[in-house]
């Protein structure tokens, strides 16, 4: 056997081959390391989980207050016209409103100056009214809302 192959696979005790590893404090601070990242990992994934339900709730209370402010205006209306995209209505006090779509928000107008924004983040607006119901459609993140509204002329 050639005398550089010997010495390769039989070392003799002065001679130490070049061992790549890890230390032992390397091996810790990277056992440290990944359990911190498995103890972290399912805490935050449950506080996105309380954070999404959270926000799913804060969307249906807003809708909810939506539907309330709208048709209570309705109710209290002298008179009111709904639209198929916008819906007009005049209070007691002689104000115009109009309710529209604008910039993915359903906003209320108060004599054509300003605006408040009813709800946020929506796609689209449509009305359909006959002589006795109105049906005001909203839809938001895919999903259709569906107020029905009773006509009181």
């Given at each position: 056997m050639n005398a550089k192959y010997y010495?390769?696979?039989f070392?003799?005790?002065?001679q130490r081959l070049p061992l790549k590893g890890f230390t032992l404090v390397e091996m810790i601070i990277s056992l440290m390391i990944a359990s911190m990242i498995v103890m972290i990992v399912p805490l935050w994934l449950k506080i996105m989980y309380v954070d999404l339900q959270n926000f799913k709730a804060y969307e249906r209370y807003e809708f909810e207050l939506f539907v309330?402010?709208?048709?209570?205006d309705l109710k209290k209306a002298k008179s009111y016209?709904?639209?198929?995209t916008e819906i007009t209505y005049i209070?007691?006090?002689e104000n115009d409103y109009k309710v529209s779509v604008k910039h993915g928000r359903v906003i209320k107008q108060k004599n054509e100056q300003g605006y408040i924004i009813m709800i946020d983040q929506i796609k689209?607006?449509?009305?359909?009214?006959?002589?006795?119901?109105?049906?005001?459609?909203?839809?938001?993140n895919n999903e259709h809302e569906t107020i029905y509204y009773f006509r009181h002329e």
């Open positions: 010495s390769i696979i070392p003799s005790h002065n309330t402010q709208l048709t209570h016209e709904i639209l198929p209070d007691g006090d689209g607006m449509s009305n359909i009214c006959n002589q006795y119901t109105c049906e005001i459609n909203i839809e938001r």
